[in-house]
């Protein structure tokens, strides 16, 4: 193993990809919303997952290619897309779906697991 193995080792490490059970993806804008309120979500997001210390990795996406409706918060294995999501809303999609896994059904726009996912 050389330098950059073991670096890459690391990072994996830190980001938990070993534990990790859910990836999200949250655009902040700014085509599909003002970045100031992707942001505000982003926040709120980062600080209720670090409170709540649930294998779950997330990504900032600067898009996610709908460009309209969002913030969009896009919940993997299960392929669930939230639009409209508020800092209040990502509270509520974090303690019911990432923390206690049951999907938000109001919030849900489009569900596409990708084929070979495991779907809950
Ligand atoms: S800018 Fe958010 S989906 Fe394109």
Known sequence: MDDSDAAN???F???G???AQRHVFL?????????TAGLA?????KRRLAL???????TKAACLRICQGGPWLLVYPEGIWYG??????????VQEHLVGG???QEWVVERYPLPGMISS
């Open 27 to 35: 655009c902040v804008g700014p085509d599909c919303c003002a970045s």
């Open 17 to 19: 990809l070993g534990s």
């Open 84 to 93: 409209g999501v508020t800092p209040e809303r990502c509270e509520r999609i």
């Open 13 to 15: 490490r830190k980001m």
């Open 9 to 11: 080792a690391a990072a």
């Open 102 to 104: 049951r999907i938000v």
């Open 52 to 58: 709540s210390g649930v294998p779950v990795m997330r």
């Open 41 to 45: 979500t982003w926040e709120v997001l």
